[in-house]
């Protein structure tokens, strides 16, 4: 497998649509359409664990999709920024709240067939509220503090509300109990 050309078909200020050039195992060519962000230095994710042991979550609405998800706090890496200092200053432009303590989670691909996003996963404790939260001006997000013990119930009770669920809170909550678990 290897790549042998990659086209920019569209690009936008932030997403470029992609078409990538490949020759498979038994060395047939393919095109494999896809996107990519802009002008990023990669995408941060936090399990952001309150002081009482509250799950930090997110409600907003994603045009994409046309509704609101329930998602955990995410931004995107400036150019130049370390991925700790992103993870930090979305949390606060997010939620309001500051984390004294970052520990790694996990990183991998979003979505392996159609884009070429890496996240990276981070759990935050000694959190502190400093201030609004609520994203920027392009952003309008309702905040939630719930209980890392009813977490599940929270979310399938979301889920059978009709709002729908990022599925990586799912896995990356789990982590994030584990990880807490261990230290103790």
């Given at each position: 497998?290897?790549?042998?050309?990659?086209?920019?078909?569209?690009?936008?200020?932030?997403?470029?649509?992609?078409?990538?050039?490949?020759?498979?195992?038994?060395?047939?060519?393919?095109?494999?359409?896809?996107?990519?962000?802009?002008?990023?230095?990669?995408?941060?994710?936090?399990?952001?664990v309150t002081?009482?042991?509250?799950?930090?979550?997110?409600?907003?609405?994603?045009?994409?999709?046309?509704?609101?998800?329930?998602?955990?706090?995410?931004?995107?890496?400036?150019?130049?920024?370390?991925?700790?200092?992103?993870?930090?200053?979305?949390?606060?432009?997010?939620?309001?709240?500051?984390?004294?303590?970052?520990?790694?989670?996990?990183?991998?691909?979003?979505?392996?067939?159609?884009?070429?996003?890496?996240?990276?996963?981070?759990?935050?404790?000694?959190?502190?509220?400093?201030?609004?939260?609520?994203?920027?001006?392009?952003?309008?997000?309702?905040?939630?503090?719930?209980?890392?013990?009813?977490?599940?119930?929270?979310?399938?009770?979301?889920?059978?509300?009709?709002?729908?669920?990022d599925l990586?809170?799912?896995?990356?909550?789990?982590?994030?109990?584990?990880?807490?678990?261990?230290?103790?």
């Amino acid at each position: 497998m290897e790549i042998i050309d990659k086209k920019i078909a569209w690009k936008g200020s932030f997403m470029s649509a992609v078409e990538i050039t490949y020759r498979d195992a038994r060395g047939n060519v393919h095109i494999w359409e896809a996107v990519e962000r802009v002008g990023i230095g990669g995408i941060v994710v936090m399990v952001a664990v309150t002081p009482t042991g509250s799950v930090l979550l997110e409600k907003q609405f994603r045009p994409p999709l046309g509704r609101d998800v329930v998602e955990l706090p995410a931004g995107l890496v400036d150019p130049g920024e370390s991925m700790e200092g992103a993870a930090r200053r979305e949390l606060i432009e997010e939620t309001g709240w500051s984390a004294q303590k970052l520990d790694f989670l996990a990183e991998g691909p979003i979505s392996t067939g159609a884009s070429t996003e890496i996240l990276r996963a981070y759990l935050c404790t000694t959190l502190e509220y400093v201030g609004k939260s609520g994203g920027d001006d392009n952003e309008i997000i309702e905040v939630r503090e719930v209980p890392m013990a009813n977490i599940q119930e929270f979310l399938r009770d979301t889920q059978t509300s009709g709002t729908l669920v990022d599925l990586k809170v799912f896995g990356l909550v789990e982590l994030a109990r584990k990880k807490l678990e261990a230290s103790y």
